[in-house]
């Protein structure tokens, strides 16, 4: 029996608890409520005018980048000495020629049909074979030496004169050494 009478106390108690929160006391409310529908509307602001976009062309694509070391100019004599060097502008370029030359990696060698081939990655992740004489970079680089370790590359700058141009020299070590 005793569980009866606890289930019965039970339900007793929770009706008496239900009980305390009935009632219609919300006068409060309904005032707080009517104030506020009293209240004249809003005024939405409306949708801000569009403004066309002015673009810009940049005309600076064909100078040295900023990002890059300055070329070294030692003396006047070396200078007019090199003004002979001109990139040929004529010639087709190649296709890792699209790429800045720090974009690059060298990743292996390999030699086949008597031809020694170096492994370059492009900044896509796609590789590619050079030899000697191929061009890669953005700066004229043309491979003039190959090892297992690394490429050499010269490649032809501008020398900040208007019409002046350097040979600098580069490297592609392989990568993880």
Not at 138 to 155: L, P, S
């Amino acid at each position: 029996m005793s569980k009866v009478w606890r289930l019965a106390l039970t339900a007793v108690s929770a009706a008496l608890l239900l009980g305390g929160c009935g009632g219609n006391d919300f006068d409060d409310l309904d005032v707080f409520m009517a104030e506020k529908r009293a209240r004249p509307g809003g005024i939405i602001a409306p949708i801000p005018t569009f403004q066309a976009y002015e673009a810009f062309a940049y005309s600076a694509t064909a100078l040295r980048s900023p990002f890059d070391r300055p070329v070294e100019v030692r003396d006047i004599t070396q200078v007019q000495a090199i003004s002979a060097v001109r990139p040929d502008e004529n010639r087709a370029k190649e296709f890792l020629e699209q790429y800045t030359f720090d974009s690059l990696a060298m990743v292996g060698s390999l030699e086949r049909g008597g031809t020694q081939w170096t492994l370059i990655r492009d900044p896509e992740g796609g590789v590619h074979r050079v030899r000697l004489g191929n061009f890669l970079g953005r700066n004229h680089g043309k491979v003039v030496e190959m090892t297992d370790t690394y490429v050499a590359v010269v490649e032809i700058v501008s020398d900040g004169t208007e019409d002046g141009w350097v040979e600098r020299p580069r490297t592609i070590e392989l990568s993880g050494i």
